[in-house]
């Protein structure tokens, strides 16, 4: 009698990393000197058949640093006010905490060893999060510390489209552009676009010879 198939683990279909799809939004593009100001990171789940589907969204307000630079520019794109009492930001490492502490859990529970951070155009969002976990003195960061996974690279390739809007649209997902640019929305978004060009590539990954569920 043969032994039932067992259904597929994203740890076998990422090296035993964990996608996290993270979004921050900030006064500048410096991660050395400007304030982080939002954080969201989205969970990816995937199902027995083994296609990705995005999962539980976490975010927070960030309180700027001490003497971090705000740059005018930046908050005419996101539409953060920095000091607005309602938006209930949280310090740093605190932020940090509250972020970190259900991606470590998804992991453990995810059989996966590390989680990796998806963005897009990841390297900005990652030298963000490095940044702040080496001003709080974080130990323990959840994420690979300088591997990521960028849709722009995925969406250019598979879609003739580096900017996340037009890979949207291309791909026939939901954009609002008078949503664009909070940490949420973009993080989101981000997620679906992902996940739909992973689970486009799933039958290249299968007729590797790595084994799937049935």
């Not at 969201?40 to 995005?54: C, F």
């Amino acid at each position: 009698m043969n032994a039932p198939i067992q259904p597929m683990r994203i740890a076998q279909r990422f090296r035993g990393f964990l996608p996290v799809v993270v979004d921050v939004e900030t006064g500048g593009f410096n991660a050395a000197t400007d304030a982080l100001l939002e954080i969201a990171a989205v969970l990816i789940e995937m199902d027995a058949a083994g296609n990705l589907h995005r999962g539980i969204t976490h975010a927070v307000q960030v309180e700027p640093f001490p003497g971090a630079n705000i740059e005018r520019a930046a908050l005419e794109v996101n539409k953060i006010v920095p000091d607005h009492p309602l938006r209930l930001a949280v310090p740093e490492k605190e932020a940090l905490s509250r972020i970190f502490k259900p991606v470590r859990q998804a992991v453990s529970e995810s059989g996966c060893s590390r989680a990796i951070l998806v963005g897009h155009n990841a390297h900005f969002d990652l030298g963000f999060v490095n940044a702040a976990v080496t001003r709080c003195g974080i130990k323990r960061n959840p994420f690979h510390p300088f591997s990521a996974f960028d849709t722009a690279t995925l969406a250019g390739a598979a879609l003739g489209q580096t900017v996340l809007a037009r890979a949207l649209e291309t791909s026939g997902l939901e954009h609002d552009a008078a949503a664009a640019h909070s940490a949420i929305y973009d993080a989101e978004r981000t997620a679906d676009l992902f996940c739909l060009l992973v689970n486009r590539m799933y039958p290249l990954f299968a007729a590797a010879g790595t084994p799937v569920a049935a």
